[in-house]
């Protein structure tokens, strides 16, 4: 233990290089998603985040779009604590049968106009643990979904680009009725 003590005075720290990403590119994304929410919110989009049995992945990239690299809440983004300030429920992970009730009172609680977004794709139908005694199965088989962002997990680009459809699309639905 002493020799590992000793070993990590004078040795750097192992670090990750930041995500090779366009800054600029991230920029546009995001200001064109402020303008979106904007436009068919008249606000900041609230988002709500829950983890219906997930294995964290998709939570480590929702808490990335909040660090310091991606910074979302400038952009009018914010994820809220409760379900009554949301307008979007992202739900990561399979529907465990202990979170089933929790996930239909939570969608229950969101005013209308709302929103449901499937992250990852254990999210969509279960993913590697479907066919678990403990798991439901996807989010669709729970509550309706808006929107399903592929990918396990999905980087925060991805993430943002699905946000940025969703309200396009809902925009686009809306002027056609």
Not at 2 to 21: D, G, V
Not at 56 to 78: K, P
Not at 80 to 105: C, F, I, Q, W
């Amino acid at each position: 233990m002493r020799k590992l003590l000793f070993q990590s005075f004078f040795q750097r720290p192992l670090t990750e290089q930041a995500p090779a990403l366009d800054e600029t590119a991230v920029e546009e994304l995001a200001a064109a998603l402020q303008r979106a929410t904007r436009r068919r919110l008249g606000r900041s989009l609230s988002i709500r985040e829950i983890d219906a049995g997930s294995c964290n992945g998709c939570e480590l990239e929702i808490h990335a779009l909040n660090n310091a690299y991606y910074d979302v809440e400038r952009f009018g983004i914010r994820f809220v604590a409760s379900p009554r300030h949301a307008d979007v429920l992202m739900v990561t992970g399979p529907v465990t049968k202990n979170m089933r009730d929790a996930l239909e009172r939570t969608y229950h609680a969101t005013p209308d106009p709302k929103w449901v977004i499937a992250l990852g794709d254990c999210a969509r139908d279960g993913g590697c643990f479907a066919g678990s005694y403990a798991v439901v199965g996807g989010v669709s088989q729970v509550v309706p979904v808006d929107l399903h962002i592929p990918g396990c997990p999905p980087p925060p680009v991805t993430i943002l680009q699905g946000l940025l459809s969703l309200l396009d699309r809902t925009a686009k639905s809306a002027t056609s009725t």
